[in-house]
């Protein structure tokens, strides 16, 4: 029995070492984010209509193709020099914020309909 407890608590510490955590910080990556308001949106400005929307998407995927955008891995030419000058914390800190920013993304997806429809 002792032995079945402590195995338990072992895999339970290894299990929460293991486990991510939420790198960014979304309070640092709203002020970082004024850059990619213009193309990606926020709360109030929904941004351009044929450009991805970042609020409410995963920080995870997010970061790895920002990063790529970074590195050249992926060319386009607007997104490699805005995030040129961004390091990999910034990256993480904007990420995080627009996963954080899950209502503003239902909003601007309404107000892009609404744009749309016009």
């Known amino acids: ?19 991510p955590v939420l790198a960014g910080d979304p309070v640092v990556g709203k002020q970082k984010a004024t850059a990619c308001i213009a193309c990606h949106g926020s ?3 929904p941004g351009i209509f044929y450009t991805l929307q970042l ?5 995870d995927k997010l970061e ?6 970074k590195t ?3 060319l ?12 990999e914390k910034e990256i993480s800190d904007i990420t995080a914020y627009y996963q954080v920013d899950r209502q503003a993304g239902v909003h601007l997806a309404a107000v892009q309909y609404q744009v749309r429809c016009r």
């Open 1 to 19: 029995m002792k032995k079945t407890a402590l195995l338990s608590m072992f895999a339970t510490t290894l299990a929460v070492v293991a486990s």
């Open 43 to 45: 709360e109030t400005y």
């Open 55 to 59: 609020a409410g998407r995963s920080a």
């Open 64 to 69: 790895i193709k920002t990063l790529k955008y």
């Open 72 to 74: 050249g891995k992926i």
């Open 76 to 87: 386009h030419p607007m997104m490699n020099m805005a995030v040129a000058f961004f390091d």
